[in-house]
Each structure stands twice: as C-alpha cells, then as structure tokens.
C-alpha cells in the first residue's frame, strides 16, 4: 500500500459521502467504526467519557458507530468487569446516553452483542462462579478446557439472552445490532469445525456448524420491529488460530451464510486483517466482496485501512504507517462491498473521518499503539 495519490482526494468525498441503506436505516456515508473493547466501563457501565469518545466520532463523520463488544445477559458470557454490559439497568441508561449523543452528533450507533464462549476462564469477573460454556467444550488454541459442553437449555438460555439485548437496544434508541460471530467467541465456536466437535444437530456439516448462529438470528429478528437492522460479523481467522478457516471454497461458504440470511441478517461484516487481499483463488473479491455476491445482502470490509500494518500487531505495541485509500476507492467504485470500518485509525485520531471525506490526507498521522491505553 503506497501513499494515497493526489486525485484520491476528489475521489474520497464522491464515493465514501454516499448514504446506504441497511433494511430500516439509513447510514449518512460510507465510513464505520470498528467494535473495539476498550475496558473504560467499570462495573460495567458506559460513563461520560465513553458517551464522549463516541460522540466525537459521529461528529467527526463516521457514519456508523458499532459499539465494542458489549456483553449479552447471560454470566457467562464475558471476562472482566470493564467491559460494558447490554443488560442491567444502570449499564441500559448509559447505553441509552451513548445513543442519544450520538444521534445528536448526526451519526448511526449499533451495539455489538458479545457472548465469549470458551474465551472465558476461570473465576474471571463479572460473575466469578460462571463456567465457561461452548459447543464442546474445546477452547479455540484446541485445548479441553475447563468449560462445559452447551445443553439445549444453555442453548436456549443464550439465544434467549442475545434477544433480549436486541429488543432492549432497540428500546434505548439504537440503530440496529451487530451480533459478534467472528474471531472465536461462542457463535463462532459453533461455526467453526475446530471447536465444534457436537454429534447432534448442532454440529457436522456447514449448514449444522451454522445452525447456533441461525436461532440466534432469527430469535433477535422476532424480538425487534421488521425494519431494525440486523447486521452479522464473521471472520474466517481465530483468536489463537490466525490461518483458521471457516470456508474454503465459496461453496463452502455460501452453505453457511444462507442460513444466516435467510434468517433475517441485513447486512454481514466481514473481519479480515488486511481488507486488499483476494479471498479465494481465481477473483480478486475479498471476503466482504464474496459476503455480497453470495447473499446479496450488503457488507462491510475492515482490515488496515488508512494503514500498512495490521491491528494484532497492536496488541504487541507495534504501530503502522499511513496506508494509500486509492484501492479501496476503487473496490468501492465497483461495489465490491457497501461500507468499509475503520479500527485502529479512528481510535487514535477522532477526526480520521471527516479528513478522509474532505481528502485531507496529509493530515493523518502514523498509528501509535500507545493510543490503546487512553480514551479520548
Ligand atoms: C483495541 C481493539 C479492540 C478490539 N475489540 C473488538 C471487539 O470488541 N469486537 C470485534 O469484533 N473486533 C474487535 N477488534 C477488531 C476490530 O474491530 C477490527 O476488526 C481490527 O482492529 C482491524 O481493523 P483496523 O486494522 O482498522 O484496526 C478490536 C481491535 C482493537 C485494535
């Protein structure tokens, strides 16, 4: 990825400022934020800094917030006390403020339901005496771990839990949900064969792997209006299994996103790293590009863009140098994809959006990883 070339400028306002339609929502142009965890939320509840920290973003030109993974009400579902939680009543009112500011700021919010699955360990916070639960009880390094295999009452209980979040973001104000099926959290558990080993109905081909995932959509489309979003992320790759697979073929892939849509997803997000790279042989598409053209749905990429490094590499302190946008221009041009989300450069500079839509390019800066530790 080179620098961004002179005409990008122009280009950049013509094709990101356009709006797009998500079943009931219009989004005002094509730039999202990326879920990001950032642990700011004691006891789980979303303070003033972080109705803040969003709200400067939706001023600043993001169209479309997703949240950070926020927590679905189930106790096991998560792993620390800082993490924002999407059940509770004090942690419900200071999502409700972080919508209405950002309304206020002209942007679209959607929360991002988060169920960790396996991830979990032991005794972690916020509810220390809750096992960690999957499909099998594998965690996603391949280990047997000290969870516990889901019942088809923890199954209910779960799909349950997602749908209550979903009628309650629509009830504060939000703009639709995002489910987080990616990067080896439980409803990627069950996707992904690696930490699904279930004999029953749940587990075995792609269409099986992807039935957790379907019941969950379909429990939170019955639970909110026709018209509220409903948007999926997924990712091939894993936390602990970087070259893992879900889909080898398009076929493959195809087999489980079917589901997916034709229980009520409205849009998919596609996680990958690095968002230029071709998905399967023989097509440039990337996997948000294969997302579209398999479902018809529309889809978001995200991966590096706006940088030359990709996020993991964060977590190891290692920044990134500014990346050129002239490619995902033209990826956009030829709608490859609806929407592209933007990570670790919107979390450092609040402003990456609107110098972006106004081809301000000189003006973004080299990503800091040390912007991981504060909230601003
Ligand atoms: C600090 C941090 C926290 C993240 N937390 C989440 C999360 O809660 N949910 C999620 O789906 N992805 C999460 N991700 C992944 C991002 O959504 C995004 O896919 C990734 O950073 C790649 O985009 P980027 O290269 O623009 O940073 C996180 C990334 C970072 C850097």
């Known amino acids: 990825m080179t620098v961004t070339s002179p005409d990008a400028a122009a280009r ?127 965690r996603t390094d391949g280990t047997e771990g000290t969870g516990k295999a ?11 839990a997602f749908a209550r979040a979903a009628a ?38 792609p269409v099986a792997r992807a039935k957790f995932a379907a019941e969950v959509v379909a429990a939170v489309r019955a639970a909110v209006s026709p018209e509220f979003p409903v948007v999926f992320r997924y990712s091939q790759w894993k936390q602990d299994a970087y070259d893992a697979r879900l889909a080898e073929t398009p076929q493959e892939l195809e087999a489980i996103l079917a589901p997916l849509a034709a229980a009520g997803v409205d849009a998919f997000h596609a996680s990958t790293r690095r968002y230029w790279l071709p998905e399967f042989e023989d097509s440039d598409l990337n996997l948000a590009g294969w997302t579209k053209k398999l479902t018809g749905r529309p889809a978001i990429t995200v991966g590096s863009v706006g940088l030359d490094g990709e996020f993991l590499e964060a977590f190891q302190g290692r920044g990134a140098g500014v990346g050129g946008l002239d490619d995902l221009l033209d ?37 800091d990883a040390a912007s991981l530790r504060t909230l601003s």
């Open 12 to 138: 950049a306002a013509g094709i990101l400022s356009r709006p797009v339609v998500i079943n009931g929502l219009t989004v005002p142009n094509r730039i999202a934020m990326a879920p990001m965890t950032r642990m700011f939320s004691p006891g789980g509840v979303p303070g003033e800094d972080v109705v803040s920290y969003y709200s400067r973003r939706a001023a600043a030109g993001v169209g479309l917030i997703v949240t950070e993974g926020t927590y679905v009400g189930h106790e096991s579902a998560g792993m620390s006390d800082r993490v924002p939680r999407f059940h509770g009543e004090e942690q419900l009112a200071g999502w409700a403020k972080v919508a209405e500011a950002v309304h206020a700021a002209g942007g679209t919010i959607v929360p991002q339901l988060w169920h960790i699955g396996m991830v979990r360990e032991q005794g972690q916070a916020p509810y220390p005496e809750a096992p960690a639960v999957g499909p099998s009880g594998v």
């Open 331 to 367: 990826r956009m041009e030829r709608d490859e994809f609806d929407l592209v989300a933007v990570g670790r450069a919107l979390l450092q500079d609040p402003d990456w959006a609107a110098k972006v839509l106004a081809g301000r390019f000189d003006e973004l800066a080299p990503y």
């Open 150 to 160: 889901m019942t088809r009452a923890d199954i209910d209980d779960v799909v349950a």
């Open 168 to 205: 309650d973001a629509e009830r504060i104000g939000f703009d639709g949900v995002e489910l987080h099926g990616a990067h080896g959290y439980l409803i990627d558990q069950f996707l992904w064969s690696g930490t699904n080993r279930r004999t029953d109905s749940y587990g075995g081909d």
